[in-house]
């Protein structure tokens, strides 16, 4: 297809006239009521919204190379149409279902786990994992000293900075970060949770827009230093190949509907083991994606699942990367005030915020490169992943830098660093705040 052309919906493979005028209509169907808030209507207003958005904010000059794109300039107006209840609330509430109750994210994170680690060569996934911890500290110590020393500048003590704001940030999100901190707290020091969690949540969503923005420009960085950046699915330098369907194996219906059940069966093994096996190791809740990626790690390193099925979960991998991140974005942006997210950027937490997320960049940049990663992949994964709000921070921050192949490093990074960090939050609450 010619560039410059008007509109060229790449995503969905139609000429932009048709899928214009299927938006148009879902939209007029939506604003008379006539659409149903059922799991097939919101779907349909959700695609609606996140195409019309994506496809301005990729041809937005400056906010398409730097800012995040469509991705982000979706998120942001579903944030403000809910926000401002311009999207009757009905579809919100549907939307709210699917996100939560649903929990479509978690389903659509699945896919994407089992595909890019089935995806990578043997000996390349036990390398990887092997160096990707001591990635992950190197991007805790450096967003601790660069938090600190920004903390410093607007009279905030160390331990402050530590536990009022690194903590939160680095640790994994909102259900596996800011809530059990909260809880921690509560614990510890027998005030409310809520009061810990209000301010927690609200630095966290500060440092999340950060991480996609840097993500995105890391990018651009990666475009101009080729010998920094990976092909957006390793993070090893001179590594190995990655085993995809298009050199070897012609996947069959069948075969998805292999990996489909086969990614089902997986995310069940983690179920079991994260909530009635073993739910702890020495007394930290361990999640049950952490276990998903050890266990199709390992089934990937034994080499036991066959061929047309690893390319067949790549293929999954790819359609739901390619397709249906626009349904999380919106998501994502019915969940987020926009009014409260606006009241909380005062001058000292976003320098302190963007401080921690640059110290974890640079961290575990520096490790990664050490113990043999491209830098900027580890800056991304084993950093921005820790520095975001979870499992949609790590979509919206690999959509932002086209790095959706890296999203079992980066649940690591969310589910196991994130448990790093509530081990360190409990020994820092204990010594400071009894």
């Not at 059922?38 to 959700?46: K, N, P």
């Not at 649903?102 to 060569?121: E, H, M, Y």
Request: charged share 10%.
């Amino acid at each position: 297809m010619a560039e410059n052309k008007g509109f060229s919906l790449k995503t969905f493979g139609m000429p932009w006239w048709l899928a214009g005028a299927i938006a148009v209509i879902v939209i007029a169907a939506a604003a008379t009521g006539a659409l149903s808030a059922d799991l097939a209507g919101c779907f349909a207003l959700m695609l609606a919204i996140g195409l019309i958005c994506n496809e301005i904010g990729e041809r937005i000059p400056f906010w398409n190379s730097y800012i995040g794109g469509g991705l982000v300039l979706t998120f942001l107006v579903s944030a403000f149409l809910f926000t401002y209840k311009l999207i009757p609330q009905k579809y919100a509430d549907g939307m709210i279902m699917i996100m939560d109750d649903a929990d479509f994210l978690s389903f659509f994170i699945i896919f994407l786990i089992t595909g890019s680690i089935l995806a990578l060569d043997r000996k390349l996934l036990v390398r990887s994992f092997a160096g990707y911890i001591p990635a992950i500290f190197g991007g805790l110590l450096g967003a601790g000293i660069l938090g600190i020393a920004a903390g410093l500048l607007f009279g905030i003590s160390p331990v402050d900075i530590l536990l009022k704001y690194v903590c939160p940030i680095m640790g994994g999100g909102n259900g596996a970060g800011a809530v059990p901190l909260s809880q921690i707290y509560e614990t510890v020091t027998g005030d409310a949770a809520a009061n810990y969690y209000s301010f927690a949540i609200t630095i966290l969503t500060i440092a999340n827009i950060f991480a996609i923005l840097t993500a995105a420009i890391l990018k651009k960085i990666g475009e101009k230093k080729t010998s920094w950046t990976g092909d957006g699915t390793q993070l090893i330098r001179k590594g190995g190949d990655f085993a995809t369907e298009d050199k070897k194996v012609k996947v069959s219906m069948k075969d998805l509907g292999g990996a489909f059940f086969l990614a089902i069966g997986f995310y069940a093994l983690g179920r079991l083991f994260a909530k009635a096996l073993l739910p702890t190791i020495f007394g930290v809740a361990i999640h049950q994606f952490a276990y998903m990626i050890i266990f199709v790690a390992l089934v990937a390193a034994l080499g036991i699942v066959p061929e047309n099925i690893r390319a067949a979960a790549k293929k999954l991998q790819s359609f739901f990367t390619a397709n249906l991140i626009l349904i999380i974005m919106v998501g994502v942006g019915v969940d987020t005030n926009i009014i409260e997210l606006a009241k909380a950027i005062t001058p000292g937490n976003v320098v302190i915020a963007l401080a921690i997320v640059i110290g974890a960049i640079i961290g575990s940049a520096l490790v990664g490169y050490l113990v043999g990663f491209f830098p900027i992949d580890s800056a991304i994964t084993a950093g921005l992943c820790m520095a975001n709000r979870g499992g949609s921070g790590d979509l919206a921050v690999l959509g932002a830098c086209d790095r959706m192949g890296l999203i079992a490093y980066a649940q690591l990074s969310s589910r196991l660093g994130g448990g790093i960090v509530l081990i360190i939050a409990s020994i820092l609450f204990g010594a400071f705040l009894k």
